[in-house]
């Protein structure tokens, strides 16, 4: 049997991995941490530093080919993975994801708008600052999810303070835009050039982490659908990438659509076509990686993904410390996906619900029923 390697223990790196033995590999996952939710369904388990080499070096020497989970996963340990063993996506694709100021510099040279932005790394470049890019969000460069390293600012004293309170580390500052709806394109690029997308999911944020998808986007015309999809694929394209690959956009109030950023990897608003597809994202990565054909995913089921984060084992005093689950798997068409966290915090994910069903109506109102048994708000 051929042996896939994954970057990262996380729970990306775990249906990664269900998904790699559904299909008769061997995974080794490399990750710092004693116990990881990948670690621990993984044939073996490789504790070492992203920078250790000689973890990556045993890595190299026991995978056929090997992919990341984790998008902060330095590229240069890609890099040296690559001279030895088929590596999927490229240090480079990764790199420009790694890089806010690189990633909007790549959707403008593919053609593809993104939100007005300043690059800030200096004093002088703060100096320069259109104030016409506020009010806006300063965003460290590097580093950022789940909407960490980011100020909201509407003056320039503010963008100032802001910026030195993120270290005056590089960043961008983005005009804060007026959306009408988050959305999401997951495409998957061979290594022969093949490229294959699902659907435009629809996304709500709370508190700058995702919370619920749906799909099909129940706000989204079809030509704004059609565009999305085109950009995302360009974007793939013009990267040469090979992998799953995940576009964010903003709809603005004005109709607009312009990219926000990307994830060289499956995401989190693809959850739902673990259910709600023919095939889905984790087993396009793995087929990418192992260079078998990629099919055009179909969407048999009408879907929406509940995010399960850390505070339902913290409810409100009096309510029950473990959710509710069996009444929840009562529901219709309810699939329940646990990450096998030892411990739960605030913010963090722990799992996600899929819905689905034959109706977008069906779907969502099964969700609404299960976000109240949950404790969830209804807001979608
Ligand atoms: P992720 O976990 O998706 O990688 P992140 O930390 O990289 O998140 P962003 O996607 O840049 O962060 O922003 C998080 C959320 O903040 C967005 O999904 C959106 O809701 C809001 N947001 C970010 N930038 C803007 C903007 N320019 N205008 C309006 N809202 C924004
Ligand atoms: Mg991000
Ligand atoms: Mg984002």
């Known amino acids: 049997t051929a042996t896939l ?62 992919t990341t989970e984790f998008e902060n996963v330095p590229a240069v340990a890609l890099q040296t993975l690559a001279g030895m063993r088929v590596v999927a996506p490229a240090a480079a694709s990764v790199a420009v994801c790694q890089d806010r100021a ?80 988050e959305l999401s394109v997951l495409v998957a690029r061979g290594a022969d050039g093949q490229l294959v997308n699902y659907p435009v999911q629809q996304n709500l944020h709370r508190d700058g982490i995702l919370a619920v998808t749906e799909v099909p986007a129940p706000d989204v015309p079809a030509d704004v659908a059609a565009q999305a999809v085109a950009a995302a694929r360009q974007v793939a394209q013009a990267l040469n ?18 990219v926000n950023e990307m994830a060289p990897r499956p995401h989190n608003s693809g959850h739902w076509t673990m259910n709600g597809a023919n095939v889905s994202q984790f087993e396009l990565q793995v087929r990418a990686l192992a260079g078998l054909p990629l099919p055009m995913p179909r969407q048999h089921s009408a879907s929406v993904m509940l995010n399960l984060l850390g505070d339902l084992w913290f409810p409100p005093a009096g309510g029950p410390t473990t959710p509710a689950w069996s009444q929840v798997l009562a529901l219709p068409g309810t699939h329940l996906h646990l990450y096998g966290k030892s411990e739960a915090r605030p913010g963090r994910k722990m799992g996600h619900l899929n819905i689905t069903a034959e109706t977008p109506e069906a779907a969502h109102a099964v969700a609404l029923q299960a976000a109240a048994l949950l404790g969830l708000p209804g807001d979608f």
């Open 241 to 258: 990438y090979v992998g799953v690959l995940c576009v964010e956009f903003f709809w603005l109030d004005d109709g607009r659509l312009v």
């Open 102 to 181: 690189v990633e909007k510099a790549h959707f403008e040279a593919a053609g593809v708008p993104c939100a007005p932005h300043a690059v800030i790394t200096s004093d002088v470049e703060l100096a320069a600052v259109n104030p016409a890019l506020l009010p806006g969000i300063l965003k460290t460069s590097r580093m950022g999810y789940d909407g960490k390293g980011q100020v909201r600012v509407r003056t320039v004293a503010e963008l100032a303070t802001a910026w030195s309170d993120l270290k005056r580390v590089p960043c961008v500052l983005e005009q804060l835009l007026p959306l009408k709806a």
């Open 5 to 66: 390697g994954v970057l990262g223990g996380g729970q990306l790196g775990r249906m990664f991995v269900h998904a790699a033995q559904a299909l008769g590999y061997r995974c080794i996952v490399l990750d710092p941490d004693a116990i990881s939710p990948a670690g621990a369904v993984a044939e073996q388990h490789i504790q070492a530093g992203y920078l250790d080499s000689l973890g990556l070096a045993r890595l190299a020497r026991d995978c056929d080919a090997i």
